[in-house]
């Protein structure tokens, strides 16, 4: 809830005995980003060209997963109508429900599916292209097709290997095992994802096909010609970023700097840590409470989540509003964490604004990486708090997160949160 602020009367007198009139303002923050329910994706392929994965070779790629959310994948049996190799949705869990990563032989997850375009013929170098189309849902191939050919399990043909790499990085690596057996087959280039975690639930469990379901968005191009471009386009188009916004912190002061951060600095102990950490914000607000040249502090939840969603679909972002009392010479200063990181928050540059100007202020905002906990890609790892993790200590002075980062490219600031004065 709202802090109770500290406000000077209506009225004041300056240094001189001039009265000096406050004024009503109202603050607006709005969290505006655009949300996308993909973390990553991306595509993978062979060395060779055509740029197959033939029986012996194998592929890798690497990618970073919090807690709960898992990697999916499709690669083409390339010796076939339309058959593609995928693991059961949402995709191949990367850690044990006590936060301990997956590591070594996953291909138990593997499944063979038929994408219901063509129908099927005997599997092998013969095969012919394209084939007799057909228009059914997507099926597990387990054992036989609808065509009556034989397969022996996904897992004996793909073998899929996990490496914890650190950080809340892996690698999986898939190898073409199906040399030797009754159905072996060059693999194709292919697509993988992970989707987002919110609240325990995947932004997006079934980002490559939904079995029982036609198929879509590209898919088809990869399990009939092995061509991973359109559904790696169409992935690209939901990959992006996803965040909450914590608690806004709020402060108008008087002749001091900004109270809440200066950029350099190790972190002061005064409560921006739990703050850019964990989205708590009332520990820097009782500090800054009463403190010389603090005139008012307020945090600023959501009415019904606390923390400001970003844009969903169709769905609004969050937002919160404050009205407050200013005069003349008075800065303002906010803060608000950027939910899905280790340490980040979105902060009033220098030393606030005028807290007497109207308009959008947006421009006034940076984020910056607190330097108390060790960084992660935002939105996949394993130590964030908002994903049910426990930060790594780290000590590093304060500083702006460059864009691009280690990381990603983030939006523009204005098109992350929204201030307002009115």
Known sequence: MALLPILLSACEQDDEGTPVVSQPVTITVENVLHSQPLVESGTFQG????????????????????????????????WSNDLFFAPVNPGIPVYQANGTPIEGDVSAQVRLWDNGTRINQAPGASVNHPGIAE?????????????????????????ATLKYEGNSVFTLTLENTSGGTANETPLSPGVWAVSYIV?????????????????????????????????????????????????????????????????????????????????????LAAYLTGKPGIKAVYVLPAPTTKV????????????????????????????????????????????????????????????????????????????????????????????????PNDFTTLPTIPNMIRVELK
């Open 199 to 283: 609240g325990g639930n995947l932004l997006n469990a079934a980002p490559l096909y939904t079995s029982g379901q036609p198929t879509a968005n590209g898919l088809t191009n990869i399990a009939e010609m092995g061509n991973n471009a359109p559904l790696n386009t169409y992935l690209g188009t939901i990959t992006g970023i996803f965040t909450p916004l914590s608690p806004v912190l709020v402060v108008i002061y008087n002749g001091i700097d900004n109270p809440i951060y200066k950029a350099g600095e190790l972190d002061r102990g005064q409560g921006l840590r739990p703050l850019a950490q964990k989205g708590n914000a009332d520990t």
């Open 135 to 159: 228009t059914k849902n997507i099926a597990e191939v387990n054992g036989s097709d609808a065509q009556g050919n034989s397969y022996v399990p996904a897992s004996q043909l793909v073998k």
């Open 47 to 78: 060395t060779g060209t055509p740029a197959l994965i033939l029986p012996g070779q194998s592929t890798s790629f690497q990618f970073s997963a919090a807690k709960g959310e898992a990697v999916t994948f499709a690669t083409m049996y390339g």
């Open 308 to 403: 400001l969603l970003p844009v969903i679909g169709s769905q609004a972002g969050g937002k919160v509003s404050q009205a407050i009392m200013v005069a003349p010479d008075d800065r303002l200063a906010i803060a608000t964490m950027y939910g899905f990181s280790n340490d980040w928050f979105f902060a009033t540059a220098d030393n606030g604004v005028d807290a007497m100007q109207r308009g959008d202020i947006s421009s006034s905002i940076h984020l910056y990486d607190n330097g108390t906990a060790l960084n992660q890609f935002p939105g996949a790892g394993i130590t964030q708090f908002n994903l049910a993790g426990t930060p790594l200590k780290e000590s590093q002075p304060l500083a702006a997160v460059p864009n």
